[in-house]
């Protein structure tokens, strides 16, 4: 997944059961949802391409032990500081970019390329490709955007997710914009 579809999956999950709990999405509920979303590839990608800490862009930050930890550790972070909305909305976002890097690969019983989700534990799955930092990221900004809208079911989902944002009230864009306004003051929208 590209990280624009992590982001639109993550948010329709939390988005989905902050109404199932009867609550609307605020703004800071919103970006930690989308700071979970992003998690995982901004820890591996820099120390695997970049910095060559790591094996693999999908190791460290994509693996069940250590996404269980960071998550407990948010959870109880969260309830102690009476922030168990935001740690809540960050472990959705989490979990939902593992679960988006692994749906692909059950209809097309590719199990072996799950292997990542218990490094250390089991050896990484071989990837074609990985290459130093440069093409890696000239690849995530070669990929057109309008690739988004090239098939009727993408067009269906970007339609969804921006109805659904726009049914919470496009929770995050107003903090966003004070925030780029130079506002010190970034609060709920």
């Avoid at 695997?48 to 250590?66: C, D, E, N, Y």
Wanted: cysteine-free.
């Amino acid at each position: 997944m590209w990280p624009w579809t992590h982001l639109a999956f993550g948010y329709l999950l939390v988005s989905l059961l902050w109404r199932l709990r009867s609550h609307r999405v605020d703004g800071a509920v919103a970006v930690a949802a989308a700071l979970g979303t992003q998690f995982p590839d901004l820890v591996d990608k820099p120390l695997a391409w970049g910095l060559g800490v790591l094996p693999a862009g999908r190791s460290l930050a994509h693996s069940l032990v250590t996404a269980v930890t960071v998550s407990a550790v948010v959870l109880a972070v969260g309830a102690r500081g009476d922030r168990h909305d935001l740690a809540l909305a960050f472990v959705v976002g989490y979990g939902s970019h593992l679960a988006g890097d692994i749906i692909p690969k059950l209809p097309i019983d590719d199990f072996d390329s799950l292997t990542f989700l218990l490094w250390p534990l089991l050896p990484l799955p071989e990837y074609e490709g990985a290459e130093p930092v440069v093409a890696n990221v000239s690849e995530v900004l070669a990929a057109p955007t309008a690739s988004l809208l090239s098939s009727p079911g993408r067009l269906a989902l970007v339609a969804l997710v921006v109805a659904v944002w726009w049914a919470d009230g496009f929770p995050g864009v107003a903090g966003v914009g004070r925030y780029l306004a130079g506002d010190a003051k970034v609060g709920p929208d």
